[in-house]
């Protein structure tokens, strides 16, 4: 009986000592900015059966690391590997890409950002968010007198690419006028005239008028390149709206 | 024909009624599920998380069971001293391996597809569409175990069953890393090297070669002509396993 007891004793005191240990010790160790990413060769050569596990498991560590830091010390140092590896190892894992390519903004890599999508879009060439996000990009982040036009020039991609939505060449064409490219982007308006809806077609009205000039003859000159491009009902219909109130 | 019939039929019942086998398979269940916990946290990418994790847990634990199943399979028989029994009965020795084989053959069969079902139901719910190639990743997976289990129970006529678990074990992982081999030999300067990793490479199966979890998740495009050809080599591979076990078996003296 006392044996008994005693072992009871024992058993009981372990737990507690076992509990107590988990309960008092800390949650977890201080997340440092710097952490150890394998080159994605090393699994691509090691496990390549796996490579889509590997993939997702280091999208969550990803995930995992983006909101430890980004809210607090705001180090994201390692975030540019760990996208590079999980897109490696994944090549068409969207959510990878966009998460990343989002994720780097905030570490402050706009350029690592622009040059992933750029690699998502090469990869996959039907998904119309990477050009659409690349000219967004180019457009917030990028520096210089061209960068209208850079991103006017993805936005052209994407309003390309078969399923993409309607607003896509209304930006475009917006972004090809503010970048001087008066002739593309009257064309690009001419084409959203064409294919939208009535909110579509006054946009397009309104962004043409706002880069043609006032003088009747050059603004004729500047939207003959329209003539053709587009359903000639269109053309007309669109033609008697910017010359309203000419004589 | 008969003699195969039923030692497969005995081999089957006796695999599939160990309690092992049943634990193993209610952890592999268990793992599988908790790819939903995984996806819990993976920013709207469920579907996927379920899939890569599931196809992984499935394809350790049939692993495991295979290897150690194959493994067991001639020794338990030889150690029970009912091989003695068996052979004093018209059963050839090269039915006696092909029988064990097909018996562990159709239990992993019912392993692979409980779990495999298990899975797809699953992707099923959380992505709220059923995948075709997760079905067939499965079953490319049973076709890779089948190769192991092949090289396993050729193992297992060598030598010891703990011995013959780890060596086949072994060659699933070199399995996976067929291609590297086949890289050293264009590296080697060294022609024995060269030789020796090239044979090397045509020995070990190549698993990597025909494994599609990757088209799972939709990162490989996959053709039935290719699939067929992988599973033809696959099933020449342990055909020529098979028979030098039986040959390995019948020289034996017990």
């Given amino acids: 009986m006392i044996r008994r007891l005693f072992a009871i004793i024992v058993v009981m005191a372990c737990a507690a000592g076992v509990v107590a240990y988990q309960v008092a010790r800390p949650a977890k160790a201080p997340a440092t900015p710097r952490v150890f990413v394998p080159s994605p060769r090393f699994f691509l050569d090691f496990s390549p059966s796996f490579r889509t596990s590997i993939a997702d498991a280091y999208y969550l560590q990803m995930v995992q690391y983006y909101g430890e830091h980004a809210k607090s010390d705001g180090r994201l140092d390692s975030l540019p590997q760990m996208v590079d590896l999980v897109t490696r190892l994944s090549p068409h894992f969207a959510r990878a890409y966009l998460f990343g390519a989002f994720a780097l903004i905030d570490a402050g890599r706009p350029d690592v950002s622009y040059m992933i999508l750029q690699r998502a879009f090469k990869v996959d060439p039907n998904d119309y968010r990477y050009p659409s996000y690349l000219g967004f990009f180019v457009y917030h982040y990028g520096k210089g007198k061209t960068k209208d036009l850079v991103a006017a020039r993805w936005y052209q991609k994407a309003a390309s690419v078969p399923g993409s939505p309607t607003y896509l060449p209304r930006l475009a064409a917006a972004l090809l006028g503010k970048g001087g490219e008066t002739e593309k982007a009257i064309l690009m308006w001419g084409q959203v005239y064409g294919a939208g809806d009535k909110y579509s077609r006054q946009k397009a009205v309104a962004g043409i008028d706002r880069i043609l000039p006032a003088d009747k003859a050059a603004r004729m000159k500047a939207v003959a390149p329209l003539y053709g491009t587009m359903p000639k009902a269109e053309f007309d219909a669109l033609i008697a709206e910017l010359f309203k109130g000419y004589k | ?254």
């Avoid at chain 2, 952890?27 to 579907?47: D, K, N, V």
Wanted: net charge positive; with cysteine; proline share 1%.
């Fill in chain 2, 1 to 254: 024909m008969n003699q195969v019939v039923a030692v497969t039929i005995n081999t089957f019942k006796e695999t599939i009624r160990d309690r092992v086998l049943a634990v193993i398979v209610v952890f592999a269940l268990l793992m599988i599920a908790g790819g939903l916990w995984l996806g819990s946290i993976s920013l709207g990418e469920q579907g996927r998380m379920m899939k890569d994790f599931g196809l992984v847990a499935l394809t350790v634990f049939g692993l495991i069971v295979a290897v150690f199943v194959a493994a067991g399979l001639v020794h338990k028989e030889v150690e029970k001293r009912t091989v003695f029994i068996l052979f004093s009965k018209p059963v050839s020795r090269t039915a006696f391996i092909a029988g064990k084989f097909v018996g562990l053959c159709g239990t992993m069969a019912v392993v692979i597809a409980g779990m495999g079902l298990f899975l797809f139901v699953l992707v099923w719910i959380v992505a709220g569409q059923a995948s075709g190639t997760l079905l067939l990743a499965v079953v490319m997976i049973y076709v890779q175990l089948l190769a192991v289990m092949a090289v396993t129970i050729l193992f297992s006529t060598l030598g010891s069953a703990i011995l013959a678990a780890v060596l086949g074990i072994c060659v699933f992982v070199a399995g996976q890393l067929s291609h590297n081999v086949l890289a050293l030999t264009r590296l080697g300067k060294n022609p024995l090297t060269e030789v020796l990793s090239w044979v090397i490479y045509v020995v070990i199966p190549n698993l990597s070669a025909v494994d599609i979890k990757a088209g799972a998740v939709g990162e490989q495009t996959l053709a039935w002509a290719q699939i067929g050809l992988w599973v033809a080599y696959l099933l020449a591979y342990l055909v020529v396993a098979l028979a030098l076990a039986a040959v390995i078996f019948r020289r034996k003296e017990f």
